[in-house]
Nanobody, 120 residues
Framework: QVQLVESGGGLVQPRGSLRLSCAAS????????MGWFRQAPGKEREFVAA????????SYANSVKGRFTISIDNDKNTVYLQMNNLAPEDTAVYYC?????????????WGQGIQVTVSS
């Protein structure tokens, strides 16, 4: 059973930074793609970033490109999302997700989510 546990969220001022962590367990993730999604109040869940477990081929939503960085520490089984130059529109619940390569995100595993609030 895959378990994904997010941490590192909270309140930050505009133009500030946060680093989210996602501790992954329950599988050997070699053939997995790891991702971050977010859902703001009243909006649908949206893709933020993803990367192969091998730490190759990162991809980003246009809205976060150049500000957010996804990375993976294979030894610690942890996925990170470094978020810089945060803006109020980045306020959302952020979810860590894992899917087997070739499958869909909807069929994958999800964390419980963590709140990020950007406000002065």
């Amino acid at each position: 059973q895959v378990q994904l546990v997010e941490s590192g969220g909270g309140l930050v001022q505009p133009r500030g930074s946060l680093r989210l962590s996602c501790a992954a367990s329950g599988r050997t993730f070699t053939r997995y793609v790891m991702g971050w999604f977010r859902q703001a109040p009243g909006k649908e869940r949206e893709f933020v970033a993803a990367m192969w477990w091998s730490a190759k081929s990162p991809s980003y939503a246009n809205s976060v490109k150049g500000r957010f960085t996804i990375s993976i520490d294979n030894d610690k089984n942890t996925v990170y999302l470094q978020m810089n130059n945060l803006a109020p529109e980045d306020t959302a619940v952020y979810y860590c997700a894992a899917r087997v390569a070739g499958s869909t995100w909807d069929s994958g595993d999800w964390g419980q989510g963590i709140q990020v609030t950007v406000s002065s």
